[in-house]
C-alpha cells in the first residue's frame, strides 16, 4: 500500500476514546466500507490532504455543498471580512436579506425564507409548519428518501403497501413514528392508495424530487405531477426537499425544470457554501404561520449568522454565471464517455448522471428508481475497489449508495483518472 496511515489511525483511536464512534456524523467511521477513516486536514480546489500527507481528488466534497470546490478564493475572502465584523450577532444583520434576496431571485414564486443552521433543522420546520397550517398530524415520505435526523424523518416502511412507518433509529417513539407514513417511490398505485386511505390525515407530502440519499434514484416528472395531484385534492401540503439539488443544476431548484412546483422548498448544502446554513422557502400565506407573526414555533441561536451567510450569498453570487453550470456539465458528458468506456470493457459498471451528481453502481443491471430494487451486489463490489482507489489518491463517499459531486475546481484530467483507476481497480475484482 502506498498511502501513510500512521497518523490518521491514531488519530481515530484517540478519538474513539472521546466521541462515539469516534466521529461526530455516522457515515465517517467507514463502517460500510471497512477499514477506519481518513483523517482531513486542508483541502483546497478539488484537492484534499490528509493527517499524514496524502493527497486526493475529492469526488465527496463534503457531501454536496462545495460546488465551487475547497476554499474558493471568493467565498474565503467574505468570510474572512465577515469574522473580522463579528461571528455571531444574535441578532438581526444585512446578510439575512442579501441572502434571502437571491434565493428569491432564483426562485420568484415564493415570497420568503426562514434561514436555519442545518438541513434538519429546514426540513423540522417544514414539517412543523405544514402541521401547523393544516392541523393534521400525519405526513408521508418515501423509501429511501433521507430528510435529516429529525424524530419525524427517522421513519422506514413498516409492512404492507400503504403503509405506517416504524421508527429507524432506536428513541424515536413508535406513537411518532405512526404518524409518519411510507410509501414506495415510482409507484402510482401505492401514492394513490396511501391517498385514498389517508389523504385527509396528511398534512405534508416530503419527497427529494431528485432522491440522491440512496443511489441516486431520478423520478419520472409524471410520478411527481401525479404527487402534486393528489396533494392538491387532498389539501396536502408538498415538500420538496432541495438540501441537496437547490442550485445543484441550476441557479435555482431541481423542480422548476419538471415544471412540478412545491408549497414549501427546504434548502441546506449549497446555499451556505460550505458553512452551517438551511433554510424553509415559502409563500407568504405559509411563511407567516411562523412566529413571531403565527403561532408554529422555531427559532435558533446562530440562525442567520453573519459568517455563514457570508459564504452562502458568495457562492451563489459566483453561481449566477452560467459558465459555472456548463464547466459542470461539460465534467460529468467527458465523465460519462470514461465511464462507457469501462463498461464496454467490464460490462458490470452502470451510472447514473444528473449534471453533477454522479452515482455508481456496479452493476450491468437497469438503474433503479426505488429503493428496493437497488442490487446488493454493489456493495460488494464497491468496498472491494474502495481502499485501492484511497490508495490512488481518489477520495469517493465511502458507502456504495452514497452519489459523488463534481465541482467547478475538478477538471478533465481529474474524472479521466477517476475512469481509469476504477478500471484497474474493477479489473481485480471477482465479478
Ligand atoms: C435531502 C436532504 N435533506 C436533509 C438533509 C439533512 O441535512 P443536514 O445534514 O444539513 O442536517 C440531507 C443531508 O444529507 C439531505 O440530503
Redesign the pocket.
Known amino acids: 500500500m502506498s498511502r501513510k496511515t500512521e497518523k490518521s489511525d491514531e488519530l481515530y483511536s484517540r478519538a474513539c476514546e472521546l466521541m462515539p464512534g469516534g466521529v461526530s456524523?455516522p457515515v465517517r467511521a467507514f463502517r460500510s466500507v471497512g477499514g477506519s477513516p481518513v483523517y482531513f486536514k486542508r483541502a483546497n480546489g478539488a484537492r484534499i490532504e490528509d493527517a499524514d500527507g496524502n493527497e486526493y481528488v475529492d469526488f465527496c466534497m463534503s457531501?454536496?455543498p462545495l460546488i465551487l470546490g475547497h476554499a474558493h478564493p471568493d467565498v474565503i475572502a467574505a468570510v474572512r471580512q465577515a469574522a473580522y465584523d463579528g461571528l455571531s450577532y444574535g441578532a438581526c444583520c444585512e446578510s439575512e436579506i442579501h441572502l434571502a434576496e437571491l434565493i428569491l431571485e432564483a426562485e420568484h414564486k415564493m415570497d420568503q425564507v426562514r434561514f436555519v443552521?442545518?438541513?434538519?433543522?429546514?426540513?423540522m420546520t417544514a414539517i412543523r409548519l405544514a402541521r401547523g397550517v393544516t392541523d393534521r398530524p400525519r405526513i408521508l415520505k418515501f423509501e429511501g428518501?433521507?430528510?435529516?435526523?429529525s424524530d419525524s424523518?427517522l421513519v422506514k416502511a413498516g409492512s404492507g403497501l400503504a403503509t405506517f412507518g416504524t421508527s429507524s433509529s432506536l428513541g424515536v417513539p413508535e406513537s411518532f413514528a405512526k404518524e409518519t407514513m411510507v410509501c414506495a417511490l415510482d409507484d402510482e398505485e401505492a401514492l394513490k392508495d396511501v391517498f385514498y386511505h389517508f389523504g385527509s390525515e396528511l398534512a405534508a407530502a416530503i419527497v427529494?424530487p431528485l432522491?440522491?440519499?440512496n443511489g441516486l434514484l431520478e423520478q419520472r416528472p409524471e410520478w411527481l405531477r401525479l404527487l402534486r395531484e393528489l396533494c392538491d385534492r387532498h389539501g396536502v401540503l408538498l415538500i420538496f426537499?432541495?438540501?441537496?439539488?437547490g442550485f445543484r443544476t441550476r441557479f435555482g431548484t431541481y423542480s422548476d425544470t419538471l415544471g412540478v412546483a412545491a408549497d414549501l422548498l427546504?434548502l441546506?448544502?449549497i446555499i451556505g457554501g460550505g458553512m452551517?446554513v438551511?433554510a424553509v422557502v415559502g409563500p407568504r400565506s405559509i411563511m407567516e404561520e411562523l412566529a413571531p407573526l403565527g403561532g408554529v414555533y422555531q427559532a435558533g441561536t446562530l440562525s442567520g449568522n453573519p459568517v455563514s451567510l457570508a459564504a452562502g450569498i458568495a457562492t451563489l453570487q459566483a453561481l449566477k454565471d452560467p459558465a459555472v453550470y456548463e464547466h459542470l456539465e461539460a465534467l460529468g458528458s467527458r465523465l460519462d464517455k470514461v465511464l462507457q468506456s469501462v463498461k464496454d470493457e467490464l460490462g458490470y459498471v452502470s451510472w447514473r448522471r444528473v449534471g453533477s451528481i454522479v452515482w455508481l453502481y456496479l452493476t450491468e443491471g437497469v438503474i433503479p428508481r426505488a429503493a428496493s430494487f437497488i442490487d446488493p451486489v454493489i456493495v460488494k463490489r464497491f468496498n472491494s475497489i474502495y481502499s485501492r482507489l484511497l490508495d490512488k489518491g481518489l477520495y469517493l463517499p465511502p458507502s456504495a449508495y452514497e452519489v459523488m459531486f463534481l465541482s467547478n475546481a475538478h477538471t478533465e484530467d481529474d474524472v479521466e483518472r477517476l475512469g481509469s483507476e476504477l478500471h484497474e481497480a474493477l479489473r481485480g475484482v471477482d465479478a
Open positions: 456524523s457531501w454536496g443552521s442545518s438541513g434538519t433543522e429546514a426540513v428518501g433521507y430528510h435529516g435526523h424523518l427529494e432522491p440522491a440519499n426537499d432541495e438540501v441537496i439539488s427546504t441546506g448544502k452551517p438551511g
